[in-house]
């Protein structure tokens, strides 16, 4: 059997698979589901639509045998979706898969990190975008205290889900003023910072230019206080662009997609929760694989569909962002959906 991954239009080899559970979440981050739009009476998906543990196993069993061998479970909250430690026993039995890592929200933590660790995770990223009480909870919909994140990180660590990323976001006038005690923070705890240019993704977070705050400038201003230098990327396709603080006290990754696109390397491909494949977080439509896998499709059927999208891959949507353009594009995917 051939087994180098497959590639697309530019080249690019299929590497990494995120998988989004679910579109649910129990925070309302104004830059991924404000409140004012994900309501009471918004419909998420029902349990019909959203794929079985079975069916994403199946799937992601063919996608890694197609070259993917990092595997990071997202969502929509992934530890609102029931029992999801099972579908890590189960993933965790394919063969291939190098690295198993998830990335939430923080807030059930407490109660779930041990599980997560047993059934075979490798690491964990945390989301949180300010130790500020009130910028944080304004960020996340006013859903939750910081000291809640803070205490499911704890909870990770002591469950070896180590080294722990902790994901910020960063909005200009929001929490920029906050960068550099989160730095602080992340350094003395030994967790690799992670900040997030505010990205234009989905049709709902209002996205101006003048809200992002670019990752150069992040990294001025804490270089201003505790002095960082250069470390690049870690593999080609890696997203963050690192800094090492000079000091030897750990290091900052900046996730530079809107100042600094990488779309060159981009190796992922994501599987929403409904069963659909998309080849960039940009993207309007996906691949339906849900209809074929239900209809009784082989597992050779499902990989040629697979083959064929990725084939026809010609996404690059950040390095194009700012070219002018007389079409409308159609709407684009939800964050909350493909999970980032
Ligand atoms: N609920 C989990 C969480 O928040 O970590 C996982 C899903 S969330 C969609 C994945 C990551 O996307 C989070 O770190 C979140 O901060 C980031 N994100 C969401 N909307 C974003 C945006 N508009 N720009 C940049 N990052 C965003
Ligand atoms: Fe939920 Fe994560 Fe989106 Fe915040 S970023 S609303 S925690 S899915
Ligand atoms: Fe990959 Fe699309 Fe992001 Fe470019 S814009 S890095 S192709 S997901």
């Known amino acids: 059997m051939d087994d180098s ?24 981050c104004t830059y ?19 794929l079985s543990f079975e069916e994403i196993t199946r799937l992601t069993r063919i996608i890694v045998r197609l070259g993917a061998v990092k595997v990071r479970i997202t969502g929509g909250e992934p530890l609102v979706r029931q029992e999801l430690e099972k579908l890590l026993v189960m993933l965790r039995q394919i063969d291939g898969v190098d690295d198993l890592t998830l990335t939430t929200n923080g807030y059930y933590l407490p109660q779930k990190a041990q599980a997560l660790k047993d059934a075979g995770l490798n690491r964990i990223t945390v989301s949180l975008d300010s130790l500020d009480e009130t910028v944080f909870r304004h960020m996340n919909g006013n859903r939750s205290s910081v ?3 803070l205490d499911g990180i704890t909870a990770a660590e002591q469950a070896g889900l180590s080294p722990i990323k902790i994901n910020a976001v960063v909005q200009r006038g929001v929490n920029d003023h906050t960068v550099v005690d989160l730095a602080r923070w992340a350094k003395d705890k030994g967790y690799i910072l992670r900040f997030i240019e505010y990205m234009d993704v989905g049709n709902r977070n209002g996205w101006r230019m003048d809200d992002v705050v ?38 900052i990754g900046l996730i530079a997609s809107v100042t600094m696109p990488f779309c060159g390397a981009c190796s992922r491909m994501r599987l929403s929760p409904e069963g659909q494949i998309f080849t960039c977080l940009f993207a309007s439509q996906g691949t339906d694989l849900r209809d074929p896998l239900r209809a009784g499709a082989s597992d050779d059927d499902i990989e040629q569909i697979i083959r064929r999208t990725w ?27 493909i999970g980032g």
């Open 214 to 251: 670019p990752a150069k400038e992040i990294v001025e201003r804490i270089h201003a206080v505790m002095p960082l230098e250069e470390a690049g990327r870690s593999y080609k396709s890696e997203v963050a662009l690192r800094y090492r603080y000079a000091d030897g006290g750990g290091e």
């Open 5 to 28: 991954p497959i590639r697309d239009t530019f080249h690019r080899p299929l590497r990494d698979l995120r998988i989004s559970v679910t579109d649910r979440c129990n925070f309302r």
């Open 311 to 337: 084939g026809e891959r010609v996404d690059r949507y950040s390095e194009l962002r700012f070219l002018e353009t007389d079409t409308p594009r159609d709407p684009k995917v939800e964050m909350y959906h």
């Open 32 to 50: 991924c589901m404000p409140a004012e739009i994900f309501g009471e009476s918004y419909q998420f998906l029902s349990k019909a639509q959203v």
């Open 147 to 149: 000291q809640k994140v």
